[in-house]
């Protein structure tokens, strides 16, 4: 590219929009730390990262006037636009096939099959084709859709894609911005990739979706504002929104879903346990018909009690009427079972497996997983494609309300504290081993040690299996006043946040703990830790930076009344951070240069002071990347040789910390304009990073590459 024309105004703001879309993940950070340098360069002086439309307008003006005085800064300017992020490419991958299996016997519903079938079939004409099944629980409309969905998988060759909408006991749903995100991602978009804001999210989605013939199912939605982002307009793909009623405010085909009649309660009964179990029950059938109510769900629960024994007394419920399904499945079970049921159903768990239920029972995980197989057994548990568990929402009801009236609010307590303690403990010991070097807080740290993984990347791996629960036992331990395990199950979450990046899904758990931190231990060492721990979160949404900000504040302020110097060090240091993402370099400069004076007053023996070798390379690390941003290359480098020999030096390595000092490096010499040195050191992180799990990382690497090989003929 040559001199920007004043035409080239226009193309410089699509660049700079680009760069903000972008702006999470370590490809948008690096990316928009690089640009500022670049910035600044061209335009002869620091820019602040521009903050709408307007000012990214201004800042296009001031680099078309300074290119139009330098052409080699303007063949800069033009290199960084030709390989500027555009739509994200999915990578290559089999089409999605999500839909959980349909139930293997199914009768009746011909109406609403037809119904489907009508608006997946309807001429295209501008218009989303969706649906809504409804209807109350228990009745059989994820049954319908998933039926559909598998009857109709050929006219869908580019996959399916479907998403559980429920909350948790905390009343959080997924919000749309985090089942965007899970959508990209399992339509091979590259984690980095995924822009950081909604709209982005959902623009994206369909962009990638405009030509696919795709199925959409979504699962127990409560509001059309769940819905409404997830839709998409391309003419072949079809939208089966499954809810108990149609969300207001939501334009779907309505496609309602009510009780069996009789005749085919009973035909579906003869399917799931024989025609002749069926005739023999005759004179049971009646009752358990009407205690079934016409819920297919019921009449499978229900099924088992047609083929007792003739003469087995018949349960009875209140007041002398037969009970529900649910309630004659519960008393058929022994005391070990009936137990497991109630104690692990006091939270919606996301997911259950034998180790927390073993911890809420009170028994080895043997015998929580041999439990948990025979409560699937007599369907009072659904067995998830991964072979985890989860209850039914009625069923849990069930399940809690027994709790609570044969085993007492006191130990129902117990149980959700021994629960989520299981939970911070296999938290703790996973993120020891996915970062064993970072220091803590947490007395926990100290105490377990790191969990038997692999290696780092095996750990971080095993954290993200099981986040959502990690998520959950942070908002339930908050909600149960149990803060010391909030704040330490939040503390835990350190390393999945830093090498994984799934801010969307980890921001309640982290708000609480800071909240819980903030009312329970004012001015502590915790306070300052999970405060900075949030700001890092939020630093990656460039609408929330303010945000990060304060929460910045208040962990310098909680750490400097604590006492803990190494604490409030971190946080000016993060503040250092945060003004690299908005293109602050000299005020950067300033906040590590104050954060090192903070270590220089740590005297051997003090707190923090082992840590004192690695805090110090960090910040060296970090000096160079803003002394980079200044463009004075020549200063930079020697800072981060010194963060390298450190984290390669035997006794203090660490291959994350060396990749990402690499890849500084590697970001200096392209600036400083020695490629090929930049393309040698982008590979050695590349190969550092890959074993590691850091994937996140990754894209930046590619995209130093696409920068520094020589042009194609």
């Known amino acids: 590219m040559g001199v920007l024309d004043p035409l080239s105004v226009s193309a410089v703001t699509g660049f700079l929009e680009a760069v903000s879309a972008g702006m999470a993940g370590e490809t948008g950070r690096r990316l928009g730390e690089a640009v500022g340098g670049v910035v600044a360069r061209v335009a002869g002086r620091e820019v602040r990262a521009p903050v709408g439309a307007a000012e990214r307008d201004t800042v296009a003006r001031a680099l078309v006037e300074g290119a139009a005085r330098d052409a080699g800064l303007a063949r800069e300017l033009g290199a960084w636009m030709r390989v500027a992020p555009g739509t994200p490419v999915p990578g290559s991958g089999p089409a999605p096939h999500l839909l959980p299996a349909p139930p293997r016997f199914f009768t009746d519903r011909a109406h609403q099959l037809t ?49 559980d909408l429920r909350g948790s006991s905390a009343g959080a749903t997924p919000t749309a911005a985090s089942v965007l995100r ?40 409560q509001t059309a504002a769940q819905v409404l982002p997830l839709v998409t307009a391309a003419p072949e793909v079809l939208t089966l929104v499954v809810a108990r009623r149609p969300p207001a405010g939501l334009d779907a085909v309505p496609v309602p879903v009510g009780p069996l009649v009789d005749k085919d309660a009973v035909r579906l009964l003869t399917q799931l346990i024989g025609k002749e179990a069926v005739k023999a029950a005759k004179a049971t059938l009646p009752p358990v018909l009407a205690s079934c109510a016409g819920s297919p769900f019921a009449l499978r629960v229900a099924a088992p009690q047609l083929t007792e024994p003739a003469g087995a007394p018949p349960a009875s419920g209140a007041a002398g009427q037969p009970p529900s399904a649910v309630e004659a499945a519960y008393r058929r079970l022994t005391p070990e079972q009936a137990r497991v049921y109630r104690l692990s159903a006091l939270r919606a768990w996301p997911a259950l497996s034998a180790g927390p239920v073993a911890a809420a029972a009170g028994i080895g995980e043997p015998d929580a997983d041999r439990v948990l197989a025979e409560l699937a057994e007599h369907l009072l548990l659904d067995v998830a494609p991964d072979g985890r568990y989860r209850y039914r929402p009625a069923v849990r009801t069930h399940a809690a309300e027994a709790a609570a009236r044969e085993d007492g609010l006191a130990e129902c307590a117990a149980a959700v504290s021994r629960t989520t303690g299981w939970f911070v403990r296999f938290a703790v010991r ?17 105490q377990l040690g790191p969990g038997p993984y692999d290696s780092p990347g095996a750990a971080v791996a095993a954290l993200m299996a099981e986040l959502d629960n990690l998520v959950e036992s942070v908002l339930a331990a908050a909600e149960f006043g149990d803060h010391d395990t909030a704040c330490q199950g939040t503390e835990a979450l350190w390393a999945v946040q830093l090498k ?64 803990h110097v190494r604490g409030q060090a971190t946080a000016v240091e993060t503040l250092g951070l945060l003004r690299l993402r908005q293109w602050r370099y000299a005020e950067a400069l300033d906040c590590f240069g104050a954060a090192g004076r903070l270590l220089d007053g740590i005297a051997p023996g003090d707190r923090g002071a082992a840590d004192l070798p690695r805090a110090r390379a960090l910040l060296e690390r970090h000096q160079g990347r803003a002394l980079r941003g200044l463009g004075r290359f020549a200063e930079a480098l020697p800072r981060l040789e010194n963060a390298l020999a450190f984290f390669r030096a035997p006794g203090t390595a660490e291959p994350y910390n060396e990749a990402r000092v690499l890849t500084d490096m590697a970001e200096a010499h392209r600036d400083a304009g020695d490629p090929e040195a930049a393309l040698r050191l982008a590979e050695q992180a590349a190969v550092l990073l890959t074993r590691e799990n850091a994937a996140v990382h990754l894209g930046y690497l590619d995209l130093i590459r696409r920068q520094c090989r020589p042009e194609q003929p």
């Open 115 to 163: 119904l489907l079938d009508r608006e997946a079939n309807r001429k295209a004409d501008g218009r989303p084709r969706i649906a809504v099944v409804y209807g109350p629980e228990g009745i059989g409309t994820s049954a319908l859709a998933l039926r559909w969905g598998a009857q109709r998988a050929d006219r869908y060759p580019d996959g399916t894609l479907y998403r």
């Open 182 to 221: 899970y959508f990209l991602l399992r339509l091979h978009v590259a984690p980095d990739e995924v822009p950081p804001g909604a709209d982005e999210r959902r623009a994206l989605l369909s962009t990638l979706l405009a030509d696919r013939r795709l199925l959409v199912v979504l699962d127990h939605a």
């Open 430 to 446: 996973a993120d020891l081993a996915a970062l064993p070097e970072r220091w803590h807080v947490g007395p926990l740290f100290a």
């Open 500 to 563: 994984a990046g799934p801010y969307d899904t980890l921001l309640p758990a982290l708000r609480a703990g800071a909240r819980a931190a903030q009312a329970h231990r004012p001015g502590t060492d915790m306070a300052g830790r999970l405060h900075a721990q949030l700001a890092l979160a939020l630093m990656e949404m460039p609408a929330l930076r303010e945000e990060a900000e304060a929460e910045l504040t208040a962990a310098a302020d909680a750490d400097a009344r604590a006492g």
